[in-house]
């Protein structure tokens, strides 16, 4: 039952907590995200800048929180990759100062392990195997979750991930950054039928459409074009419309190769994971469908969607309970394939 310290770093959140196994003790988030919206979206060396300021503080902050001593920390741990490269190293140098000091064990985490893990805190009876519909900022996929760094990835989006689609469709009508919670807002007050938008099949070399593999920059790219077709003819832009639309057609796109994905595969529960798992399109849609097919879908809290370090403790803690640490001289990687986790362990 390892009680482990976890450092959040990979984009624009400053996230440190404390977790037991799948119990929270303390979790600290310091977005950057009133720093970055100025410039429309993640400046990596603004994020690195502020990850630096920020860290000592909010390490400070979750000990205290949890009202812990070092002594009963178990390890330490920090995302390692995928994301920034600067804005992760100052998690993984802090995590692996804190445990040279105080000679804990040390871990990297892969980040989606992380997304994966945070059903876990709400869930901790889950058990997999299970689906995980990961999406995120920087990622869109269908995973078989086996068990504790044994993943196959079963669909994956082929271009744009589904939280970058909502923040350059909202870029594209002026907005502001990070477009995702923005529309998710407008949208709950547009007409969801306005507009009829393209889903983005992936067609298959020998005919037909992958069934699990999604496309989102076409989709974006219609929402451009219509956009430019209503001012050309000097029409107003039914915000609300045009997000509602966009929404419903990347929450209908989703839910239908998750519920396939699952049916084919045997798996009786879809956890949902990542910033766009917060989207009130997306819960409806797949809530109502998982229901129709007699299967369970878990959404995390709204505040373990978005990045946190919570969900990362939890995948540490669950690595630590089987003896996996890593060495000190881990590195970060901008990228990494969630297959690939248990290179990062001895
Ligand atoms: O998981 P996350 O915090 O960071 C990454 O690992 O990428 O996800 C951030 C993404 C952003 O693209 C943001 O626009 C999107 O999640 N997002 C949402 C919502 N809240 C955050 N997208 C749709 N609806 C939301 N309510
Ligand atoms: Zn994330």
Request: charged share 15%; proline share 5%; aromatic share 6%.
């Given at each position: 039952?390892?009680?482990?310290?976890a450092?959040?770093?990979?984009c624009?959140?400053?996230?440190?907590?404390?977790?037991?196994?799948?119990?929270?003790r303390?979790?600290i988030?310091?977005?950057?995200?009133?720093?970055?919206?100025?410039?429309?979206?993640?400046?990596?060396?603004?994020?690195?800048?502020?990850?630096?300021?920020?860290?000592n503080?909010?390490?400070?902050?979750?000990?205290?929180?949890a009202?812990?001593?070092?002594?009963?920390?178990?390890?330490?741990?920090?995302?390692?990759?995928?994301?920034?490269?600067?804005?992760?190293?100052?998690?993984?140098?802090?995590?692996?100062?804190?445990?040279m000091?105080?000679?804990k064990?040390?871990?990297?985490?892969?980040?989606?392990?992380?997304?994966?893990?945070?059903?876990?805190?709400?869930?901790?009876?889950?058990?997999?195997?299970?689906l995980?519909?990961?999406?995120?900022?920087?990622?869109?996929?269908?995973?078989y979750?086996?068990?504790?760094?044994?993943?196959?990835?079963?669909?994956?989006?082929?271009?744009?991930?589904?939280?970058?689609?909502?923040?350059?469709?909202?870029?594209?009508?002026?907005?502001?950054?990070?477009g995702g919670?923005?529309?998710?807002?407008?949208?709950?007050?547009?007409?969801?039928?306005?507009?009829?938008?393209?889903?983005?099949?992936?067609?298959?070399?020998?005919?037909?459409?992958?069934?699990?593999?999604?496309?989102?920059?076409?989709l974006?790219?219609?929402?451009?074009?219509?956009?430019?077709?209503?001012?050309?003819?000097?029409?107003?832009v039914?915000?609300?419309?045009?997000?509602?639309?966009?929404?419903?057609?990347?929450?209908?796109?989703?839910?239908?190769?998750?519920?396939?994905c699952?049916?084919?595969y045997g798996?009786?529960?879809?956890?949902?994971?990542?910033?766009?798992?917060?989207?009130?399109?997306l819960?409806q849609?797949?809530?109502?469908?998982?229901?129709?097919?007699n299967l369970?879908?878990?959404?995390p809290?709204?505040?373990?969607?978005?990045?946190?370090?919570?969900?990362?403790?939890?995948?540490?803690?669950?690595?630590l309970?089987?003896?996996h640490?890593?060495?000190?001289?881990?590195?970060?990687?901008?990228r990494l394939?969630?297959?690939?986790?248990?290179?990062?362990?001895?």
């Amino acid at each position: 039952m390892a009680t482990v310290l976890a450092i959040e770093t990979s984009c624009d959140e400053t996230a440190v907590a404390i977790v037991n196994n799948r119990l929270l003790r303390s979790s600290i988030i310091a977005s950057q995200i009133p720093v970055h919206s100025r410039y429309g979206g993640v400046v990596p060396e603004v994020a690195s800048r502020q990850h630096l300021e920020t860290i000592n503080e909010a390490i400070a902050q979750a000990m205290e929180q949890a009202q812990l001593d070092w002594g009963e920390i178990d390890g330490i741990a920090a995302t390692c990759a995928p994301g920034l490269v600067g804005a992760l190293l100052v998690g993984l140098t802090a995590a692996k100062t804190l445990a040279m000091l105080h000679n804990k064990p040390f871990l990297g985490v892969h980040h989606l392990e992380g997304h994966i893990y945070a059903t876990y805190l709400s869930e901790p009876k889950l058990e997999p195997p299970f689906l995980s519909l990961l999406v995120s900022g920087g990622h869109t996929s269908l995973i078989y979750v086996n068990d504790c760094g044994d993943y196959k990835t079963l669909g994956e989006t082929r271009d744009d991930a589904a939280g970058e689609a909502f923040d350059k469709v909202a870029r594209l009508l002026q907005l502001g950054y990070p477009g995702g919670p923005i529309i998710d807002r407008l949208a709950q007050q547009g007409n969801p039928q306005a507009f009829s938008l393209p889903e983005g099949k992936v067609s298959l070399p020998s005919g037909g459409y992958h069934p699990y593999d999604a496309s989102f920059s076409g989709l974006k790219t219609a929402v451009l074009r219509l956009v430019q077709q209503l001012e050309k003819q000097q029409q107003p832009v039914p915000v609300k419309d045009v997000a509602a639309s966009f929404q419903d057609t990347v929450a209908r796109s989703l839910t239908k190769r998750a519920i396939a994905c699952a049916l084919n595969y045997g798996l009786d529960t879809i956890a949902v994971g990542g910033g766009v798992a917060a989207n009130s399109g997306l819960r409806q849609h797949l809530q109502t469908a998982a229901a129709a097919h007699n299967l369970r879908v878990l959404f995390p809290p709204l505040k373990f969607c978005t990045d946190n370090a919570a969900m990362i403790g939890c995948a540490a803690a669950d690595h630590l309970n089987r003896g996996h640490t890593s060495p000190l001289t881990l590195s970060v990687q901008s990228r990494l394939g969630l297959t690939d986790v248990m290179q990062l362990y001895h």
